[in-house]
């Protein structure tokens, strides 16, 4: 399953969507830092947050409701941070912001329906490179903090209170797989959820456009019914592009959490 | 599946991009601008609470204020009222005594009358009793031609008088 599928014409390949294409062939230093679609989505994601939170600097006593959309977008991941954290929770704000809106805004660029108007929105969260080296930042948070703040006392971490001394061994044992499967499920799941969703969309498409060539009868039983499909489908993306931006954001704290009050 | 068949010679520009552009979000947005974006916020919130504290501690002034003004005119009002029931007490005193004043000249003047109609019945009484008195003597003299004297006539028509 690769580019080369979706060349045979008359085939439409689900995953042909997240094919990464150079736009400029760079490279510095030995690595290859290509321009391609996905940095160019990075690009436009920056871009889009940053004009949409300087739409709410205005300062203003009285906000208006560009300002109000921000302040409660800062406000709902400082109550976050405050839920899980506590008072220490404030300074991880501008990460964990970052985090949340940087996927968030990804997550919905990439649902754009830009594609009638001949430009492809590419879904970079849908790569578990992008999704992974998220992940692996959120966890050497985890780490430098908990390491930082309590010194090798964080690996107490691994031994919850009460633990009798003859399970100390396999539940600390235990406890470490758990911990250090975290930054895979951060990026696995945001990953997975997001490429799932394009995948049916892309699919139910094809049996929209397929069902409607081959007559008004396939288009009427098939053709119709996957379109409707669709619609739902796509306010459930539009659903879960928060929620998978949500869950990453919300279990970053609640490793930080951990890295913080350890137990 | 174009995230493995692609992986080896996109990864580096993959990551590469991923930490320039997050780390623009993160270090533009997320440090620049969103403690501003909380700061305002910061600064709405502490304004409003000031000015709830202001409102409130009006309240209260104006609450103490009522209640002292309540206390000064319930002052007043019982103030008021002592005065009327003192005004209505000495008018009835003064109206008592000026009754009583006037029953009492009244009274007077009824016993002096009566003294006087007891003094003219009893000067009328003796006038009668002196008339009777010469009047018994002259019947006496001209019926049977004695002389009586007049304490024996005075006596005979006092009896008569009492009997009568």
Not at chain 1, 36 to 62: D, P, Q
Not at chain 1, 182 to 211: C, K, N, T, W
Request: proline residues 4%; charged residues 20%.
């Amino acid at each position: 399953m690769s580019a080369d599928v979706a060349a045979e014409p008359a085939k439409v390949d689900p995953m042909y969507q997240f094919t990464i294409k150079p736009l400029a062939e760079w490279e510095m230093a030995g690595i290859d830092i290509s321009f391609t679609n996905s940095a160019a989505w990075m690009m436009i994601t920056t871009i889009v947050l940053f004009l949409f939170v300087l739409g709410g600097m205005k300062r203003e006593l009285v906000p208006g409701r560009w300002q109000m959309a921000v302040e409660s977008f800062t406000g709902f991941i400082d109550d976050m941070l405050e839920a899980n954290i506590g008072k220490e929770g404030r300074k991880y704000v501008p990460y964990v912001f970052s985090l949340f809106m940087f996927i968030l805004f990804a997550n919905l660029l990439g649902l754009l329906p830009l594609g009638v108007v001949g430009i492809h929105p590419f879904t970079f969260t849908s790569h578990f490179t992008v999704t992974g080296v998220l992940a692996l930042l959120s966890f050497s948070i985890v780490l430098v903090v908990g390491f930082w703040k309590h010194g090798f006392k964080f690996f107490t971490l691994f031994v919850p209170h009460g633990t009798p001394v003859a399970m100390i061994v396999p539940i600390a044992l235990i406890e470490f797989i758990s911990f250090m499967i975290r930054p895979f499920s951060l990026a696995l799941r945001l990953f997975v959820a997001m490429m799932a969703g394009h995948v049916l969309l892309e699919v139910l498409s094809s049996f929209v456009i397929d069902g409607t060539n081959a007559g008004p009868l396939w288009g009427g039983v098939v053709g119709l019914p996957s379109f409707l499909l669709m619609i739902g489908i796509c306010a459930l993306e539009i659903l879960v592009a928060g929620i998978q931006a949500y869950v990453f954001a919300l279990l970053t704290s609640l490793y930080i959490n951990d890295a913080e009050h350890l137990h | 599946m174009p995230q493995i068949a692609q992986l080896l010679e996109t990864y580096q520009s993959q990551i590469f991009w991923l930490l320039v552009f997050f780390g623009l979000t993160f270090f533009v947005v997320g440090r620049g601008m969103v403690p501003k974006v909380m700061d305002t916020v910061a600064q709405r919130d502490k304004q409003i609470a000031d000015d709830l504290a202001a409102a409130e501690a009006a309240r209260a002034k104006a609450d103490e204020e009522e209640e002292a003004w309540r206390v000064r005119e319930n002052e007043n009002r019982a103030n008021a009222q002592a005065l009327i029931a003192q005004a209505k007490t000495e008018a009835a005193a003064k109206s008592e005594k000026k009754i009583s004043a006037a029953q009492k000249r009244l009274d007077t003047k009824l016993a002096k009358a009566e003294a006087e109609i007891e003094e003219a019945f009893k000067s009328a009484l003796a006038e009668v009793e002196d008339v009777a008195v010469d009047a018994a003597q002259d019947i006496v003299q001209r019926l049977a031609g004695v002389t009586v004297t007049k304490p024996v006539a005075k006596s005979a028509v006092k009896e008569a008088m009492a009997n009568g």
